[in-house]
């Protein structure tokens, strides 16, 4: 079966740190860009991340630059989201999602398959 | 950074209506437009990309046209299944997402 999923959400205090998991499956990983879009309550979509198919480039949205780290383990078909100094404004729920592959090509976007995502409470 | 605006924020229409979504980008993006489809509770799922390409699965009263700046989504008659927050997303960048569009049944 073709999908992603998320781990490692919950509560966690301002300035603290927290690692998100998204578990692969059911294509191969190590083909596709993968990207980490995030979700505050009752607003809209905002990018976050993203890490090339073999992990050598990655890049983040301005709101995180210096606090958050992308990675990936193509060996176990996992994508990483290690987000430090925490704030109350990146309480959201984190989304993984896959960069298109066409038949002869891959791509940075679309995102093209996404996971049921993983809710990131920032609270004292 | 380029910057993309979605118009109308809100829409609201009848059954069967044609519906037309609007997203504007601050600088060419050729046809580099996505569009995705967020139902109430749900995960967001592509609807277009490419600017005009369907993405598989997705019901053909979906369209996509524009290229450079300026792009629309149409629903050719709207389904009470339409009912979503529809987001545009410059596809061959570091993401930026425009602000969303609510679309309602009358």
């Known amino acids: 079966q073709v999908q992603l999923v998320e781990s490692g959400g919950g509560v966690v205090q301002p300035g603290r740190s927290v690692t998100l998991s998204c578990a692969a499956s059911?294509?191969?990983?190590?083909?596709?860009?993968m990207h980490w879009v995030r979700q505050a309550p009752g607003k809209g979509l905002e990018w976050v991340a993203a890490?090339?198919?073999?992990?050598?480039?990655?890049y983040y949205a301005d709101s995180v630059k210096g606090r958050f780290t992308i990675s990936r383990d193509s060996s176990k078909n996992t994508l990483f989201l290690r987000m430090n100094t925490l704030r109350t404004d990146d309480t959201a729920v984190y989304y993984c999602?896959?960069?298109?592959?066409?038949?002869?090509?891959?791509?940075?976007?679309?995102?093209?398959?996404w996971g049921q995502g993983t809710l990131v409470t920032v609270s004292s | 950074d380029i910057q993309m605006t979605q118009s109308p924020s809100t829409l609201s229409a009848s059954v069967g209506d044609r519906v037309t979504i609007t997203c504007r980008a601050s600088?060419?993006?050729?046809?580099?437009l996505a569009w995705y489809q967020q139902k109430p509770g749900k995960v967001p799922n592509l609807l277009i990309y490419?600017?005009?390409n369907l993405q598989s699965g997705v019901p053909s009263r979906f369209s996509g046209s524009g290229s450079g700046t300026e792009f629309t989504l149409t629903i050719s008659s709207l389904q009470p299944d339409d009912v979503a927050t529809y987001y545009c997303?410059?596809?061959?960048?570091?993401?930026?997402f425009g602000q969303g569009t609510k679309v309602e049944i009358k």
């Open positions: 999602a896959r960069g298109y592959c066409s038949t002869t090509s891959c791509y940075w976007g679309p995102l093209d398959l």
């Open positions: 059911g294509f191969t990983f190590s083909s596709h860009a």
């Open positions: 890490v090339s198919f073999d992990g050598t480039n990655s």
């Open positions: 600088q060419s993006i050729s046809r580099w």
């Open positions: 490419d600017a005009s």
């Open positions: 997303q410059h596809s061959n960048n570091f993401g930026t």
